[in-house]
């Protein structure tokens, strides 16, 4: 076995202990916390796999922004424990379960003559500087409109805050 | 194979024991360096056999004794894995952090050349500092609501609203250098400050960046979380703020932490604005002197004087970050919102719009 399929396995290994932790605890606090947990080690995966970039933003902006308002909003409310399975829960839970099983499942099955796994890449794969160039030139107007609609959302938000 | 596994785990442990030590040494020079200010002696009373080695002894030998011999205190309601866990979690993104910074140009022995970074090649050198650095506010977050304490909590709150907030200034300060240079890879950027300006004055990032010098440095003192910053801990308005509850060897991992913070925010602003490890006039081989005088010296007496001189400018800023704490009073709360977003934000976006346009200019 080679170190990398070695530090895959002990990376996966943690990874999956730390996503049944957020399911599984009665604490939100504690939940979100594995979920930080995940997020991390899903940016090392990355890294592992040559895409230092997305590992960085991985961690940026899921663990290191996101993650901390979520700890924040469950932290100020303090939510009380929902009530013991109920039947909405357990139904929406199930049916988005089995949608994203579905998905896995159909990632692996070949699709008309593509590669399933192991698509080449070219030099300087996931680097900043390529990533800018095709961001910045080729799709460069799908950037600027998602930066507007962020924008018209973030005014919003302080807008209805105000009121 | 294993000569490089060696190499590698050679260069962590110097990292981690020089800033460990660093940090030590950062307690003892606060605790003598305040007394200094305020015209005190300051820490004294320890001794071993009638030497005090000037509060060495204190800070250094009973000061940690004193901590991890005393009762290790939970709150009654609070909880108890994350009370433990916060202080590991603010520690951890400090110490990885100084994965990417440079602390010496390439070593050459042997027949191999060793390039005086932990994780060298990395193309995302200044991403990841962000992306670690924004990590450390889950440390007091955690601790303060594990802490379950109202004066805590609010100190919790108060220090991830700063650090949030001067994140966002420090990152945008810091694209000005990133449009100079022209790289991502912060030994690249160190290399890139060696080159002079009209023969004579280093090409050095606070020559060139001297608007994003101070940005940087006024929110690296916010990040740290010391005053005029000490939103979290607040000692005159709320007790110890995110610390209150803690004592004992967890309350050592956060005061380590706190320093800990400060040596690699002196590291990062050494790298990014005062050369790194760069000498001026050293280059691979010697001093080149403007005049023409050139002085030739070995290899190892060049790496040596590189690694000297770039710890030398960490306790520089360490020792700068110290004066202000020590100097300045302290902001109250809606001041420091008003500085984060209504100044430094407007600042550095005004600075990396005139960078942009000068390197349009110059059309380099």
Redesign the interface.
């Known amino acids: 076995m080679s170190i990398e399929l070695l530090i895959f396995f002990i990376l996966a290994v943690f990874l999956i202990a730390s996503s049944l932790l957020v399911i599984f605890q009665r ?1 939100p ?2 939940s979100a ?1 594995a979920l ?1 947990a995940a997020l ?1 080690i899903m940016a090392v995966l990355f890294l592992t796999q040559e895409a ?2 997305v590992a ?2 991985q ?2 902006v899921y ?3 996101i993650m ?1 308002l979520f ?2 909003v469950i ?2 409310l303090n939510p009380s424990m929902p009530e013991k399975g109920h039947w909405i829960w357990w139904g929406s839970g199930s049916l988005g379960a089995a949608l994203l099983a579905v998905e896995l499942i159909s990632l692996f099955l070949p699709v008309h003559g593509t590669k399933p796994l192991g698509a080449e890449v070219g030099e300087n794969f996931g ?3 390529l990533l800018a160039e095709i961001l910045f030139k080729e799709f460069v107007l799908p950037f600027e409109i998602a930066s507007i609609l962020l924008l018209v959302a973030l005014i919003g938000a302080v807008v209805l805050a105000k009121r | 194979m294993i000569v490089e596994i060696g190499i590698v785990v050679a260069k962590v442990l110097l990292v981690l024991i020089m800033v460990l030590n660093l940090a030590g040494i950062m307690g003892w020079v606060e605790r003598k360096g305040s007394a200094l200010i305020q015209d005190r002696i300051g820490a004294n009373r320890a001794s071993i056999l009638g030497f005090a080695g000037l509060g060495l002894i204190n800070t250094m030998v009973a000061d940690p004794i004193k901590f991890l011999t005393k009762e290790d205190f939970v709150p009654p309601r609070g909880d108890r894995v994350l009370h433990t866990l916060a202080p590991c979690l603010a520690l951890f993104p400090t110490l990885v952090l100084f994965a990417v910074i440079p602390f010496g140009d390439v070593l050459e022995i042997g027949g191999r050349t060793i390039n005086l970074q932990v994780a060298p090649n990395i193309n995302i050198g200044i991403l990841y500092i962000f992306a670690m650095s924004s990590l450390s506010v889950y440390g007091i977050v955690i601790g303060a609501w594990a802490s379950n304490n109202k004066f805590s909590l609010l100190g919790g709150v108060r220090g991830s609203a700063q650090m949030i907030s001067y994140e966002i200034a420090m990152g945008l300060s810091v694209m000005g250098i990133v449009m100079i240079y022209e790289t991502l890879e912060l030994q690249e950027i160190v290399r890139g400050q060696g080159s002079l300006l009209w023969g004579w004055l280093p090409a050095w990032g606070v020559v060139l960046q001297p608007v994003a010098f101070l940005l940087f440095f006024t929110t690296a003192v916010a990040e740290s979380k010391r005053i005029p910053f000490d939103q979290p801990e607040a000692e005159s308005e709320l007790v110890a703020g995110f610390h209150t509850e803690y004592s004992g060897a967890k309350f050592l991992m956060f005061f380590t932490a706190e320093f800990a913070e400060m040596v690699t925010a002196a590291a990062i602003i050494t790298t990014l604005f005062f050369g790194g490890w760069q000498v001026p006039y050293l280059m691979r081989d010697g001093f080149h002197f403007p005049g023409g005088a050139i002085l030739l010296l070995p290899h190892l007496a060049i790496v040596l004087l590189q690694v000297g001189v770039f710890v030398f400018k960490v306790f520089f800023f360490c020792w700068l970050f110290i004066l202000i704490r020590w100097t300045l009073p302290r902001f109250r709360y809606d001041q420091v919102m008003r500085l984060g977003w209504k100044m430094l934000l407007p600042l550095a976006l005004a600075n990396v719009m005139v960078t942009a346009i000068w390197i349009i200019v110059l059309g380099t």
């Open positions: 604490n606090v504690h916390l930080v991390f230092p970039m960085v933003l961690i940026f663990a290191g922004a901390v700890l924040f932290m100020l680097s900043p500087k």
